[in-house]
């Protein structure tokens, strides 16, 4: 196989690696509001990912570093035409992390309750706007000869983009749920259970037009099988979120997502960018990558290193594999430090 | 404005801000993590008591650090698209490495470390924070191989045809000797950093709020003192080592860092020098004769090329045009960042000799000292880095691509602005939140001494006191 699709490949595994885990994250963080009705619930949702989702939000930096490294005209061309929503994204994982850190630093409610708020926002920008991002990619937006994107915001905020952030979102929206169902208990994980549930449906209708869509657009057999399995996987978990086994579940869940990702990657291929103004211009897997030396040099180097950061990722979600109770909490750090 | 100009201003603030953080983080990671260890190894609980009361600052801190990066990382495509294109073949691996090898440890073991305090073997957790520790130090050394590229390029050829860079020996690109000299001058600086954070807060706790924890604090602020003292030396040494390569590699930089116009052998070390206003020559100055010579050298009778000299040479080899950074920012920042970190080291040599026989009569200059200590290694650090890159100019890549030409070209100034407004304004917030927070942190003292903790065989999670 070309390296060019291998890295292809990669770049799509990266993807999946984060929209399956930063996904969840981002869910707690939109469902903070929903699910955690006082101030010690919500220290419970937060402390469900805590531990992880930093290590979960380092796989989109890594999915753009190894995209410069691999397809710099591809990084040049998404990261400089779609500049206003990866604006965006980057303001909300900024308030978003810094509340993670910040929240409890002091014991005040209004503090907290305005943290809890950016948690919120910056949970939900993302969660809509790599949607509306990857619609788009897979689509195609105008690119001129130069592979300069020659559109605009608005370009982006069409319908079928729209409906991609809506998708994601609510992808994002009922993992979130069933992780919050698999980590936690008594009323915590009932409220979980029954937002899963509601939240299911939404998305699997959502979802099932969105890639029904996106298979007219630009599908071929491989991406219709993907997509179907997605649609599989989504049943599956809702079925197991019914019947209270949360584990399979949230495997449903991550599944679901990870063909999902999959299934736009193998539309997209052999195009990395698809241009809407003329098919010429397109960027692909071929005339938007590095040379094979870069190539080969960063394949070893995938090879060694991505099998040991699963290895101590898993093992991270493994020590915290308990499930956090809201009569368990630990005094409020933030008075006794005032103490 | 055009976008060029605001994309600069955008990479300028956006940079020295996430630079503010970035050495107190790699520093004060290993001083943590050293304090940990003599708790691990003694069981004397103030060493515990002080890895959690430095630990929550250190947090703090690098929450700020964290979040700052991401945009470091999405602001090359997005403001530098041409930039991107030209040297993606080279300078996107080690952006790519240092996510994989180094973000990802740093987080995961920093996730593991915050909330394993009570899950964790005491041994497993103390080897979490090194392996963090370990993971910044990655990052410092692939990010700075990627600017040291940028600074001096090796081990690539230019492709005509597809009107980039490419890459041609990539462990070349991970030697070079700029990457490496640079990197050293770093991780010593930031340990500097570290030192004096924590060596300030702790005589600060001594003086202005005396008690029961003031000899655990004057172990720290002795910890403290000797890291800038011996952190200190060894950045002077690796300063001077990258002085001479850079001097090598960009000569211009060097002969800008001194203001120096003419040629000289041997050549003097100005201390204030004024210039015309174009830059072109010197009106008055005060200099220590043969100094620079040595500097650049390693000579005291060595050559040195001046500004002017250099300038026509640029103009025969690569074409008409200003080659000349501003003089009076390259010059200034280059002498006061010697100078704010000359000052740190005196400031814990005062320190130890204060602390000499123990207790100490505390007066306003000491508490004054203790105010101003940690800024001076934070101020070196933010001169030292737009010196470095204020100097590279006009050049992108030196010698490859001007900055002019690396900027996206379908980018609005509107959008730009847009970016570089919201980003200032969030950073300041931010900054002025993060600065209020260790304040309280610091005016709460040391936390109390844990009970006895750890879960076994627990149905539920028990999230440590450490945690959010």
Known sequence: MELTTVWFGLIAFLWVGYLVLEGFDFGVGILLPVIGRSERERRAVIATIGPVWDGNEVWVLVAGGATFAAFPEWYATLFSGFYLPLFLILVALILRGVAFEFRGKRPDATWRLRWDAAIFIGSLLPAILWGVAFANIVAGVPIDAKHEFTGDLFTLLNPFGLLGGLTTLALFVTHGAVFLALKTTGELRARANRVAAIAGLVTAVVAVVFLAWTQQQRGDTASLIVSVLAAAALVGALVANRLGREGWAFIGTAVTIALAVVALFVALFPDVMPSSTDAAFSLTTTNASSTEYTLQIMTVVAVIFTPLVLLYQGWTYWVFRRRVAVDQLPADEGTEGAA | ?468
């Open chain 2, 1 to 468: 404005m055009d976008a060029l100009d605001l994309a600069r201003w955008q990479f300028g603030i956006t940079t020295v801000y996430h630079f503010l953080f970035v050495p107190l983080t790699i520093g004060l990671s290993f001083l943590v993590a050293g304090f940990q260890t003599v708790w691990v190894r003694t069981g004397n609980p103030a060493y515990l008591r002080l890895t959690r009361f430095y630990g929550e600052l250190f947090l703090i801190n690098f929450a700020l650090g964290i979040v700052t990066g991401i945009v470091q990382e999405f602001q090359f495509g997005m403001n530098w698209s041409t930039y991107s294109r030209f040297v993606g073949d080279i300078f996107g691996a080690p952006l790519a490495i240092e996510g994989l090898l180094a973000f990802f440890l740093e987080s995961t073991f920093l996730g593991l470390w915050i909330f394993g305090w009570d899950r964790l073997p005491k041994r497993i957790h103390l080897a979490t924070i090194w392996i963090a520790a370990i993971g910044t130090v990655l990052s410092a050394y692939f990010i700075l191989t990627a600017n040291a590229w940028m600074q001096n390029p090796v081990g690539f050829t230019f492709n005509e045809a597809a009107g980039r860079a490419e890459l041609t020996d990539f462990v070349a690109v991970l030697t070079n000797p700029l990457a490496v000299i640079t990197f050293l001058h770093t991780i010593v600086a930031a340990l500097l950093t570290a030192g004096a954070f924590v060596a300030a807060i702790a005589l600060w706790r001594i003086a202005r709020r005396p008690g029961p924890d003031d000899a655990a604090f004057r172990s720290a602020a002795r910890i403290g003192a000797v890291t800038v003292l011996v952190a200190g030396l060894l950045v002077f040494v690796t300063g001077d080592q990258q002085a001479r390569v850079m001097t090598s590699v960009q000569p211009m930089k060097m002969a800008a860092a001194e203001a120096l116009y003419e040629t000289s052998q041997p050549a003097s070390f100005s201390l204030f020098t004024i210039g015309t206003l174009d830059g072109s020559r010197e009106l008055f100055s005060i200099r220590v004769p043969d100094v620079l010579s040595f500097l650049a050298t390693g000579d005291f009778n060595g050559r040195v090329e001046g500004i002017n000299d250099l300038q026509a040479g640029y103009q025969n080899l690569y074409g008409p045009g200003d080659y000349r950074p501003i003089i009076p920012i390259t010059y200034w920042t280059f002498r006061l960042m010697i100078g704010a970190g000359a000052l740190a080291a005196v400031a814990a040599a005062w320190m130890l000799w204060l602390l000499r026989r123990g207790s100490f009569r505390p007066n306003r200059w000491i508490v004054a000292m203790a105010i101003v200590l940690p800024f001076l290694p934070l101020a070196a650090n933010s001169l030292g880095w737009i010196f470095t890159e204020l100097g590279r100019q006009p050049w992108i890549v030196f010698g490859l691509m001007w900055t002019s030409a690396g900027v996206s070209p379908g980018t609005s100034s509107l959008e730009v602005a847009i970016t570089l407004l919201t980003f200032t304004l969030l950073y300041g917030g931010l900054a002025v939140v993060e600065v209020e927070l260790l304040l309280r942190r610091i005016r709460a003292g040391l936390p109390p001494e844990p009970g006895p903790g750890g879960t076994t065989g627990d149905e539920a999670e028990r999230p440590a006191a450490f945690a959010y």
